[in-house]
């Protein structure tokens, strides 16, 4: 079974991805792997950089990532062109990896499953839901950015009404990490059951 973990920025789906791990589950973060297909060397390296130009690296040469956000989200050509991109690389990583698990079941933490239209390659949509305000508070906090970057990205990501629509299962994060760790122990078993009786 494969479930497909989502959620805006700043809902809390990295921290449900960890408690998840911690109960033996494979946990793919496409995020990362999306950084693992720009590194320097790559094919997807080279693409960016086609497609950015030279303006795009940093001193030592590789993709700076803060720069590339910037641009992508000033300007949505940008960053559909980007996505085309990585997207399929993430992709064919994502099934690599699913082929070799022994995980009785694999997350696969993703914050575009809405946008990208990919519902179907899950069998199951996880949805990590919050206040806005939490998620603002969480982003500029976490990753240092100004709270109009983090609002940018936030507009440039679907609704949350639209991303409910695509959940089978909803996890409100507006509290502690500890009743998140909670909700997400009393998923696990619950998934875990559904594949007993499957």
Known sequence: M???LTGGIGSGKSSAANFFSAHNVLVLEADELAKEAITKGTDGFM???DCFGESILNESGEIDRDLMRERIFSDHT???KLESIIHPLVGNKILEKIAESISLYTVVEVPLIFETNSMNNYDRILVIDCYKSFQLERSTRRDKNSQELIQKIIDSQCTRE???SIAN???ANN???EELKHKIKETHYFYTELIKHD
Do not use: H, P, T
């Open 47 to 49: 693409q960016v950089v």
């Open 169 to 171: 299962d909803v996890i």
């Open 2 to 4: 494969i479930i497909g």
């Open 78 to 80: 940008m960053k559909s």
């Open 162 to 164: 639209e991303r409910l």
């Open 175 to 177: 509290g502690s990490l």
